[in-house]
């Protein structure tokens, strides 16, 4: 497990430095270190304002919504759940369009405050909804199934909301929705992060309750886990880390569903301690990475981060079903 942290704290660290230097458009790389005569204002402003938010954001959201997603899978026991495959961001997503359209998108500034409890309060409430169903339906897969309908009819409705919105409001929801890691500013990232930390750090904290849940309900509550406080707690972490992405970065699919499958598959444990700072670690790189890949290709073609996700995460996704199906 060692060798497996360290490898992934290496590669963060080679893809960090990487962001940081990536050369712009007649530049060099590292070019704000030594900036050429006259553009130093320049530089440190496109490193604090554009450079930094946009790494801090890629960070916080890969480990997020990647702990987020190892927390579902191992509440419902289903390598398949996730925030955006059951509904959560979903969910979050309804309700910021609920507040944000309901108040003018444009005409009203709302605190980000506002923005992200709204997030997180539509988190908890789907959260809730799976997990009453979960406890109903037995297969895997029909909750997948489930989850998959319930997103679709909750963004059905939200287009019932876009429909009736002002023109200017449309438009930048639209632009929201499409997910970008450039909405939070410098001054914000304190917040940001430190709802993040405090977030993953609370996963921690039940680390015993979840190695117990990988061998069932039943034998948890042997075991002297009480089922129910424990849910509780994850929704909540769930929630506030699902939310928090959500409200700043827009919904982004695919990262919790994927990464922690991926960390289960070389880690081979059912040891959360280990599992959580994997998908901590794997989930950053994953988001750096494709905000790097947005980045390079910008000249070509810009690309959401939502979009890329997709693409990317969306033939896993099929695979890891597939596979289910299989092994059922």
């Known amino acids: 497990m060692k060798s497996w942290h360290t490898g992934l704290i290496v590669g963060l660290l080679i893809v960090l430095l990487i962001a940081l230097g990536l050369p712009g458009e007649g530049e060099g790389w590292f070019e704000w270190i030594s900036p050429k005569k006259g553009e130093a204002a320049y530089q440190y402003g496109l490193l604090t304002e554009w450079r930094l938010p946009r790494i801090a954001m890629a960070l ?3 480990v997020s919504l990647s702990i987020s997603g190892l927390l579902l899978q191992t509440l419902l026991n289903n390598p398949l759940a996730g925030p955006s495959i059951l509904g959560l961001t979903s969910g979050a997503h309804l309700f910021v369009a609920m507040i944000v359209l309901g108040a003018g998108f444009l005409s009203v500034p709302l605190p980000d405050i ?12 789907f959260g809730l909804l799976i997990l009453l169903i979960a406890s109903r339906v037995k297969s895997h897969v029909s909750l997948l199934l489930i989850g998959m309908m319930l997103g679709t009819f909750v963004s059905a409705f939200t287009d019932i909301l876009l429909s009736k919105a002002d023109p200017n409001a449309l438009k930048a929801f639209t632009m929201w929705s ?11 990232l304190p917040v940001i992060i430190g709802c993040a930390v405090a977030g993953c750090i609370a996963a ?56 922690p499958n991926l960390v289960k598959i070389f880690y081979k ?10 998908s ?14 947005i980045t390079i290709l910008e000249p070509v073609i810009v690309l959401p981060i939502n979009t890329l996700t997709s693409v990317i995460g969306a033939p896993l996704v099929v695979f890891l079903l597939l596979k289910k199906v299989r092994n059922a």
């Open 269 to 278: 444990t059912g040891n959360h301690r280990q599992l959580l700072v994997g």
């Open 114 to 125: 506002g923005i992200t409890a709204a997030a997180g309060f539509g988190a908890l409430t």
């Open 60 to 62: 916080v959201a890969g």
């Open 178 to 188: 499409f997910g970008s890691l450039n909405n939070p500013g410098f001054s914000q």
């Open 204 to 259: 921690f904290f039940i680390v015993k309750p979840l190695n117990a849940l990988v061998l069932g309900e039943r034998q948890a509550r042997v075991l002297g886990v009480n089922i129910r406080r424990t849910q509780w707690f994850i929704l909540i972490i769930v929630s506030l880390l699902t939310g928090l992405v959500t409200a700043f970065c827009g919904p982004i699919a695919f990262v919790g569903l994927i990464v």
């Open 280 to 293: 901590a670690l794997v989930g950053a790189i994953f988001m750096l990475f494709c905000d790097l890949l």
